[in-house]
């Protein structure tokens, strides 16, 4: 009964919308309307409110609206979303300096003369603008008023210019930074969360195994990632849009004619691009370099771009005044300065007692004010020029309200969905669809590319990605990851601007285009190009590195990249390493019998055992290889027969789960109820359900199990091999290190000698209970040093003693530790020429492949390959 009020809560949403309701009415209003009109009809026809829900009651659902209310405002790990008024704000007040006016006059003048060039000039500073203002209607707005007219003058085909400006006004909900992209970060951040966990229950559910390995987890995204994933896509958009117009100009020339540049190429004209390019091209640098360089998170980009904005506004308000560059110079001046004065001294103020470093913090100090005089100044600019400082700031609080009350009003409809079980119903379909993950996909793209035409992109991203992406990214037969599907999702939702009948674009050019330009001519220009961004949405699609690559080489060259032993890097490391081994065995085995060879006579002899236990350890590596490379082959083998049965057969399971978990749900009810004509109804849906279990149960193929045991046995022997494989590198890389770490500690033991003989001298004038204070805190030193071990086991044993009274005792073993010392201190001295050379040069020399999991991090010529092979999904279904 329940998919009865999920079509009623379809049907009043779209009919609210319909009739003129604000979205962010016509959202929670549906929600909240439809829980009451079910619970009133359980109460009605039932006697409980409950009956109509998949589970729980409408209260239950009517607070997990409100706590998702609650969570958008008060989770302090969700963030990202502060980021969204200062990106307002900052393309606000680009629209407002009149940007917009100097790149489309300038850039038709430079690509002018080239055929379409008037168009490609449209697209390139549509791409600016998308990477400065993000606003769709402000850039459809500017270039309808600007570039159209220009174009229509030089007989450029109405439609092509119309498609042309209307499509180049989008670009910016695609290239960053997009306030779509934070929205689908945030929103993907919670579906990862949740695909987190189905994957695991599903782990849990093909293999028994509580725990999950991390590799096979769910890769979540965050707004940095978004926007370092949306680049090159957007680049991708913009080379089609590009060539289209290029080829449609070669083929049809009076379609769009080369048109000269009447100022000629003269260096006052270059002076001019230079002056239009170099402004919003440095603030692209800032908001999106901080990002990328890990300089800065999201939200402080946001606020680098609405100061860089007013800047900016600063001097273009003032343009034809004197000193209208004043502001921004000296705000240039002032970040270059803290720039030089941070790359050459160190400017942290606790370290100052240690640096000396008072004249650098001095002057940083005085530039840091000049700057915030120097943006003091622009904001005054911007707040006595034509009230455009006002004007901005309410524009910003209007889209953003506008943006945050969609999001609470979505919050309540997706918990009125899940109320009614939507996102089983919505699961189950997708799930059923022949094909497995890529026909659920391709329906999920379609459905949104539908509601493009009827809804607004906020709309589709606040309400069918909570629902779709869970179960698109908790699949482990594509494995994708979260930053792809948003990314994919938000080329799609692009298309919304373009698509009639409510396509934005459309009618902001229609708004600002003379009558000479009829309606139907601006729908017909935007069909070319929305089936550009389906074409452009199939090239990303296929190729999944042009999103992930990007994140991934940023990720692991940042300051806090995950070491090479990081699960979720094995895979490809390894693969690098088998290469390595493979290609240069003759060098490895001679690295290793350098090792082995080392003469550990100077040595202790537990430390000499554990030095040849890692020679001998380091000589078991090749030939693990080559026993993993024969259980692959034997694991490919036996993949054959599974392959061909695991997907049908988990399919089967997965219904019977679902009659089970049905089953038991009508036993319990079965017991909470008196009734015995409704347990008579029970019972026949029991019955029903056993049946169907017992059907499903006997079209599992009756060769499944030995197959799967099969299957199951090989890839237990691969992972175990590998796990040998990694242990012999660690420990023969690591026990090679530990040997060379004690015996270059003999430096520190020379500096903990007098210390040792003032506490001997000490302890014979002093209490037996200031004795052993002074002993333990002496001893601490000891912790720090490698292989002190047998000093400071004396140094406790005499604490012991003295805490005993047994003063005699005490310093009899303190004496002892002394001799201890000096010993430690001969044998090292003896070793460090003789050994540690040898032990050096193997570490140098294998830190690159046995060594190679045990160093901090990725050496930097490893960082694009892996990046590479990161960036690729693959299909892990196999372990589930």
């Known amino acids: 009964m329940e998919v009865y009020f999920l079509i009623l809560l379809f049907i009043l949403m779209m009919a609210a919308l319909g009739l003129g309701f604000p979205v962010a009415f016509a959202l929670p209003g549906s929600a909240i309307l439809t829980i009451g009109l079910a619970a009133a009809a359980g109460l009605i026809f ?66 002018g003369p080239v055929p379409g060039g ?70 993907l951040g919670s579906a990862s969360d949740q695909a987190s966990a189905m994957r695991q229950s599903l782990f849990k ?42 080829i449609t100009a070669l083929i049809r020339p009076s379609m769009a004619p080369a048109v000269p540049n009447p100022l000629g190429f003269t260096r006052e004209f270059w002076g001019k691009v230079m002056f239009s390019l170099v402004p919003p091209l440095v603030l692209i640098f800032l908001v999106l370099g901080s990002i990328v360089m890990g300089i800065a998170t999201v939200n402080q980009a946001g606020a680098i771009g609405a100061i860089g904005a007013t800047i900016m506004a600063g001097y273009k308000l003032y343009e034809d005044k004197k000193g209208s560059l004043y502001p921004a110079g000296i705000a240039l001046a002032a970040v270059l300065a803290i720039y030089i004065l941070q790359s050459t001294y160190d400017l942290n103020v606790k370290n100052l007692g240690v640096t000396q470093n008072h004249g650098p ?42 943006v945050f009350i969609i999001l609470l009003g979505a919050a309540m409809l997706t918990a009125a969905f899940r109320g009614f079980g939507g996102e089983e119903y919505v699961k189950d379909f997708l799930q059923g669809l022949p094909g497995g993950f890529w026909s ?73 285009a003379s009558k000479a330009i009829s309606t139907i001519a601006i729908y017909r220009g935007v069909v070319p190009f929305i089936i550009l961004q389906l074409i ?13 690559y990007l994140p991934n080489r940023f990720y692991l060259s940042s300051f806090n990249a995950p070491p090479p032993m990081n699960p979720r890097l094995e895979m490809c490391v390894e693969e690098y390493l088998a290469e390595t081994f493979t290609t240069n065995s003759s060098e490895v085995s001679a690295t290793i019998d350098r090792l082995v060879a080392t003469d550990t006579n100077a040595l202790p002899s537990k430390l000499a055992k554990s030095l040849d236990d890692a020679g001998k350890t380091a000589e078991t590596v090749l030939p693990l290889l080559a026993e993993i ?56 849906e029991i019955n029903i359900l056993g049946s169907e279990i017992t059907t499903l149960e006997s079209k599992i193929p009756s060769e499944w199990n030995n197959i799967s045991d099969e299957f199951q046995t090989h890839l237990k022997t691969l992972s175990k091999l590998q796990r040998k494989y990694r242990r012999a590198m660690d420990d023969s890389y690591e ?44 001893s601490a030193g000891l912790n720090k040093i490698p292989g002190s071990d047998a000093v400071k086991s004396l140094m406790s044993k005499s604490r012991r003693a003295y805490k005993k009274n047994e003063t005699d005792k005490g310093l009899a073993l303190l004496e002892k530790a002394a001799f201890q010392l000096d010993s430690e201190l001969l044998w090292r001295k003896a070793a460090l020429p003789d050994v540690v050379p040898t032990l050096m040069a193997f570490q140098d020399e294998s830190k690159h492949h046995i060594g190679l999991r045990s160093q901090d991090r990725l050496p930097k010529f490893l960082v694009p390959r892996i990046s590479n092979c990161k960036a690729a999904h693959t299909d892990i279904s196999l372990q589930f």
């Open 629 to 684: 490379k024969l259980a692959q082959a034997k694991l490919d083998e036996a993949t054959f027969d599974y392959k061909d049965l695991h997907t049908s057969v988990r399919e089967i399971e997965r219904d019977i789960r679902k009659r089970q978990g049905a089953l038991k749900r009508l036993k319990s009810e079965r017991q909470s109820t008196d009734d015995t004509e409704k347990h008579a109804h029970i019972d026949e």
């Open 361 to 402: 913090v001095l002057v940083a100090v005085i530039a840091s004010f000049v700057l915030v005089g120097a943006i003091v100044w622009s904001v005054w600019r911007t707040y006595k020029t034509d009230n455009t400082l006002n004007e901005v700031m309410a524009e910003t609080a209007k889209t953003t309200s506008m």
């Open 205 to 246: 559910q093909a293999t028994g195994e509580f725990s999950m390995p991390s590799a096979f987890d769910v890769t979540s995204t965050s707004a940095g990632d978004m926007f370092l994933g949306a680049f090159l896509p957007g680049m991708v958009l913009v080379c089609v849009y590009f060539a289209y117009i290029l």
């Open 536 to 548: 452009a949405l199939a090239i990303v699609g296929t190729f999944p590195p042009l999103v992930n």
């Open 735 to 778: 026990g090679v290190a530990n040997v060379v770490a004690v015996i270059s500690a003999g430096d520190q033991l020379e500096v903990f000698k007098p210390e040792l003989l003032a506490v001997i001298s000490a302890v014979t004038s002093i209490k037996s209970t200031e004795a052993a204070v002074l002993i333990k805190e002496t």
């Open 118 to 187: 008037l168009g490609i000039s449209v697209v390139f500073v549509g791409a600016l603008l998308a990477a400065t203002t993000g606003i769709v209607g402000a850039t459809v707005v500017a270039m309808g008023l600007i570039s159209l007219p220009s174009m229509m003058r030089n007989n450029y085909s109405p439609s092509l210019a119309s498609g042309t400006i209307c499509a180049s006004g989008t670009l910016g909900q695609i290239i960053p930074p997009s306030i779509v992209l934070i929205i689908l970060a945030d929103q």
């Open 440 to 512: 659920q996909f391709i329906v999920v793209m379609a459905v949104i590319f539908v509601l493009g035409f009827f809804l607004d992109f906020i709309e589709i991203a606040v309400v069918v990605v909570p629902i779709v992406a869970p179960i698109l990214l908790a699949d482990p037969s594509a494995n994708i990851t979260a930053v792809w599907l948003g990314v994919m999702i938000g080329v799609n939702i692009q298309t919304s601007f373009l698509t009639p009948p409510f396509g934005f674009a459309l009618f902001y050019l229609r708004g600002v």
């Open 46 to 111: 039932f006697g409980d409110a409950k009956v109509f829900f998949a589970q729980d009651g409408p209260i239950v659902w009517l607070s997990a609206g409100v706590m998702n209310f609650r969570a958008i405002y008060y989770d302090f790990e969700r963030d990202t979303l502060i980021a969204i008024p200062l990106f307002i704000f900052m393309g606000i007040m680009l629209q407002r300096s009149r940007i917009a006016e100097d790149l489309l006059l300038t850039m038709a003048g430079l690509f």
